[in-house]
């Protein structure tokens, strides 16, 4: 499988989108000392950090299984995982809607049945909201993928999501009152810093998964 489209893809979303999150560091610092703005340019900077970590996970991914199938792999070729995200549920529908003789058939030759699925085109994957630690963990699994440096960040995620939750839901935030905007500034750095490496994280994961080929299923 040829990964030059989705290393390109994933060098062009990362290039643009951390000159937005730095973008973001910078008015955040600058309204450090203005009570009113303070907040505003919190949440925004929660906002559009969830945004960029949605986006790239979902853009990438759903590549990723666009390139595979567009590659020529059949759906008796994927790994275990793939078979189950993308075709046991349509197959189901399709062997209800057969006849008698049709059904007959499958059942004689189930593999070419399963090979005459439509393939996914990675709309499926654009389609997911709320990118929570049990939604990444699904969406990067339909492929079959693992990340083991997930774990570092499992809490950042959490902390990311609860925050953009209440932001997109128009709630008023609370601030810790124990410690100072440059404080609270620095944590949502950190907080934004975890979010970048994971990015990168799921970027090489994915790069070295489809270079190996390794959402094909064993022989």
Request: a negative charge; glycine letters at 4%.
């Amino acid at each position: 499988m040829n990964t030059c489209t989705l290393e390109n893809l994933i060098n062009d979303e990362l290039r643009w989108r951390e000159v937005e999150l730095s973008l973001l560091k910078v008015q955040l610092l600058r309204d450090i000392g203005n009570v009113e703005h303070f907040p505003v340019s919190y949440r925004s900077f929660v906002a559009i950090t969830y945004a960029h970590y949605e986006g790239f996970t979902k853009i990438c991914l759903a590549q990723a299984v666009s390139d595979i199938f567009q590659s020529g792999v059949l759906p008796s070729e994927c790994a275990e995982a793939l078979q189950n995200y993308y075709f046991a549920r349509a197959s189901r529908q399709r062997l209800s809607s057969l006849s008698n003789p049709q059904l007959v058939r499958a059942l004689i030759e189930p593999r070419v049945f399963f090979d005459q699925a439509p393939r996914p085109t990675g709309e499926e994957l654009l389609a997911i909201s709320n990118m929570n630690v049990q939604t990444f963990i699904e969406a990067t699994g339909s492929i079959g993928l693992c990340i083991p440096a997930f774990e570092d960040y499992r809490r950042s995620v959490g902390r990311l999501v609860d925050l953009r939750h209440r932001c997109a839901h128009g709630e008023r935030l609370t601030f810790d009152s124990s410690k100072s905007n440059a404080e609270l500034a620095h944590d949502v750095f950190e907080l934004q810093a975890n979010i970048i490496l994971l990015m990168h994280a799921t970027a090489l994961a994915l790069l070295e998964h489809c270079e190996n080929k390794q959402f094909l299923g064993r022989p």
